[in-house]
């Protein structure tokens, strides 16, 4: 009932919205004799305000056309590689004549970078992604919105995303003979589990892991968004926060963890910082300072974008993650697809190189949850673990911004690098060997 009566207020605004937003363009528009008064920018500022706060905001795209290589600037064809129901496989493919950076690019690390699913779609790491693509090829989890999934294509568990990440390394193997993994926030714990059940059948396991900022162990100096999930009961989250979608989108009736509930959630973590925002948007827009409020209008268009979670993943993820603690437990059980329940055992992990980085001011995945995973991946020896603090960075300052760019990527590149045909593990150079036979045969590709 709760979705339906939200998406009836969303209706009954939209109409302000487009009205406010008719209003603050006629108001600001320079061949107008009353944009010049002080009274008609103030309400222009007001109106153009109203309707940022009013409108619906779509699914973002990720925008990258371009990149620059080894000096050079090379075109980004954005293609989806791979599909399923709640999730598409996208590949940023650089393509270029220049035959220096072709002998440049052909060799470079592959890299999968999971995308969290966690309220915010994978656009959320467009900056991770243009600065990975300056030095390797890059692949990127692209969620589906879960509103978007008809009921006929079944529940998604956290099962679900575990055989996802499989089929998506998989995949890239397939093409490349391996691949490097890097996960951003949530999906460290899933996509530790899936290398865990892929070492532990003896399938080739990726080159090496990066995990940034995600709560392998959630006991370790838990926060705000940790405590929640800890003192509510598992009912407490079903009675509370699942609706079921209503019947004008396509997964009528699923139940789902609404978008609009999680942004809700979000903003209450900070509201004194978003009214701020807000209001230095309104003061900017005055003062006619196109550079900060088109940074704003980049940032809410993003912060402001959400997605519906399925229900049963959700409160998978609540239970093993959060509450049982499963993974660092050993107690976390994984169905397959054919039905086959495995252990997830990090200790199977042996021949990949195993990268944490935590954020010294995340208030979202506490010092030490990220770290922990080089407890837990006993089968890895120290010489191939490594851990990266960035200091003054918080969650997201880890994965974009300059932080990300000056302090974290230049560790990651390195890291990635180690683990290539020439680096420091043998058993998965080796292995790698069939990718660069695949990279030498692309004509124009990276």
């Not at 406010?20 to 108001?27: D, H, Q, T, V, Y």
Request: aromatic share 10%; glycine share 6%.
């Amino acid at each position: 009932m709760l979705y339906e009566l939200y998406e009836t207020q969303r209706a009954l605004m939209e109409p302000f919205s487009d009205l406010a937003n008719f209003a603050a363009k006629s108001l600001s528009n320079p061949v107008s004799p009353l944009a010049q008064s002080a009274f008609s920018q103030r309400m222009a500022a007001s109106y153009e305000l109203m309707h940022r706060l009013a409108k619906d905001y779509e699914k973002p795209e990720f925008g990258l056309r371009s990149v620059e290589v080894e000096g050079v600037e090379v075109a980004i064809h954005e293609r989806t590689e791979w599909s399923r129901p709640f999730c598409n496989l996208l590949r940023f493919k650089r393509l270029t004549d220049d035959t220096n950076t072709l002998v440049a690019i052909k060799d470079q690390p592959v890299v999968l970078i999971v995308a969290p699913l966690s309220g915010h779609y994978a656009t959320l790491l467009r900056d991770t992604v243009i600065t990975m693509l300056k030095d390797h090829k890059v692949y990127i989890t692209d969620w589906v919105n879960a509103r978007l999934v008809p009921l006929s294509e079944g529940q998604f568990t956290l099962d679900d995303y575990v055989n996802y990440v499989q089929d998506c390394i998989r995949h890239v193997q397939s093409k490349y003979g391996n691949c490097h993994v890097m996960s951003v926030c949530q999906p460290t714990v899933p996509v530790l589990a899936a290398v865990s059940l892929m070492a532990g059948r003896g399938e080739k396991s990726p080159l090496s892991m990066t995990m940034m900022g995600g709560p392998i162990d959630a006991r370790k100096s838990p926060t705000a968004v940790n405590n929640l999930a800890m003192n509510k009961s598992y009912s407490w989250f079903e009675n509370n926060v699942i609706y079921k979608v209503p019947s004008k989108f396509p997964g009528a009736g699923r139940r789902v963890y609404p978008g609009f509930l999680q942004h809700t959630g979000f903003v209450a973590m900070n509201p004194d910082h978003h009214a701020k925002s807000h209001y230095d948007y309104f003061k900017d827009l005055i003062k006619g300072d196109d550079v900060s409020t088109e940074a704003h209008r980049k940032f809410y268009d993003e912060y402001n974008a959400v997605l519906d979670m399925d229900a049963d993943y959700y409160l998978d993820t609540i239970k093993v993650v959060f509450q049982d603690f499963s993974l660092v437990n050993g107690t976390w059980d994984v169905t397959s697809p054919e039905g086959v329940v495995e252990r997830v055992r990090p200790a199977a992990i042996k021949t990949t190189g195993l990268m944490s980085i935590e954020g010294e001011l995340d208030d979202i995945s506490g010092s030490g949850q990220t770290r922990a995973v080089h407890e837990i991946c006993t089968g890895v020896t120290a010489a191939h673990k490594r851990h990266f603090e960035a200091v003054g960075a918080g969650h997201y300052g880890i994965f974009s911004g300059r932080r990300w760019r000056e302090t974290v990527y230049p560790e990651v590149k390195a890291f990635i690098a180690s683990y290539q045909p020439a680096g420091a593990m043998k058993t998965t150079v080796a292995r790698a060997t069939p990718a660069k036979k695949t990279a030498a045969k692309a004509k124009r590709a990276g």
